[in-house]
C-alpha cells in the first residue's frame, strides 16, 4: 500500500496473531522491521490491519521467513485446508473473510500444486479489496436521525416565532419530537457512529431548552 525509498512492503495483515508470528520471527532473525497501521480515510482511529516493512537489502530473507510460515502451514495435517474437498478449496480464494492470513495464502499455494483450476487475477490485491470492503461495512453508520431531529427542532423554532402569542403551545410538540428522536440515536447503540450520538446530546438539550422558552412564552400570554 506504501513504501517509502528503504523500506519494501512484506505483506498486508489482517489477522493479529498471524501478524504476531511473523515479526516474532523477522526480530529473531535480526531483521529490520517497520509496522504501519492501516485505516480508512475516512475514519483514521478505526485501524483493519497492519502492513509489515523491512529494509530491500532484507527483502529475500524475510520472504524466506514467510513462506516457511506458509509451508509450515501446509503440512499440518489438523489445518482445514488439508481436510477439505478441492471444490471447497477453490471457494477460499473468493471468500478471504473466512480464512486467516497465513491460511489464505496457503490455500493459494496448495491449489497451485494440485494443478487446480483457478482463474488468473491478483489474488492478493481482490483479498485486501474484499477484507477492507468488509471492515467498511461493520463501522457504524450515520442513521440520519440527527438531520431529522434537526428539522423538527427548526420547525418548531420557526413555529414559536410565528404563532407563540396565538397558539403558543403547539410548539411544544415539534421540541417534544425532537427530543424524542435525539434519545433515539442514543439508544443506537454500536449501529450508531459516536459522532451521532454526541449531536443527538445536543438534540436533546436544544429540545429541552427550546421547550422551556415555548412553555414560558404559554404560561405568560395565556395570563394576558
Request: glycine share 6%.
Amino acid at each position: 500500500m506504501t513504501e517509502s525509498a528503504y523500506f519494501e512492503s512484506l505483506g498486508v495483515f489482517f489477522n493479529g496473531a498471524d501478524a504476531e508470528v511473523f515479526l516474532r520471527l523477522l526480530e529473531q532473525n535480526k531483521l529490520p522491521v517497520k509496522v504501519e497501521l492501516l485505516s480508512l480515510d475516512n475514519q483514521p482511529d478505526e485501524f483493519f490491519g497492519l502492513e509489515v516493512f523491512t529494509k530491500k537489502s532484507a527483502v529475500e530473507p524475510a520472504l524466506k521467513i514467510k513462506k516457511e510460515l506458509i509451508e509450515k502451514t501446509l503440512e499440518n495435517p489438523d489445518i482445514y485446508i488439508n481436510q477439505i474437498s478441492d471444490e471447497e478449496l477453490l471457494k477460499i480464494p473468493y471468500h478471504p473473510e473466512d480464512a486467516n492470513d497465513f491460511d489464505y495464502w496457503a490455500a493459494l499455494e496448495l491449489i497451485k500444486r494440485k494443478g487446480l483450476p483457478l482463474e488468473d487475477r491478483d489474488w492478493e490485491a481482490y483479498r485486501q479489496e474484499k477484507l477492507i470492503e468488509r471492515f467498511e461495512k461493520s463501522l457504524p453508520k450515520s442513521s440520519g436521525l440527527f438531520y431529522t431531529g434537526l428539522a423538527v427542532l427548526g420547525l418548531g423554532i420557526i413555529m414559536l416565532l410565528l404563532t407563540y402569542k396565538s397558539i403558543p403551545l403547539i410548539n411544544v410538540l415539534f421540541f417534544t419530537g425532537s427530543m424524542l428522536i435525539g434519545r433515539q440515536i442514543l439508544k443506537g447503540g454500536e449501529l450508531i457512529a459516536e459522532d451521532e450520538k454526541k449531536k443527538g446530546k445536543w438534540l436533546i438539550y436544544l429540545s429541552v431548552i427550546m421547550m422551556v422558552v415555548s412553555l414560558y412564552f404559554s404560561h405568560k400570554y395565556m395570563l394576558d
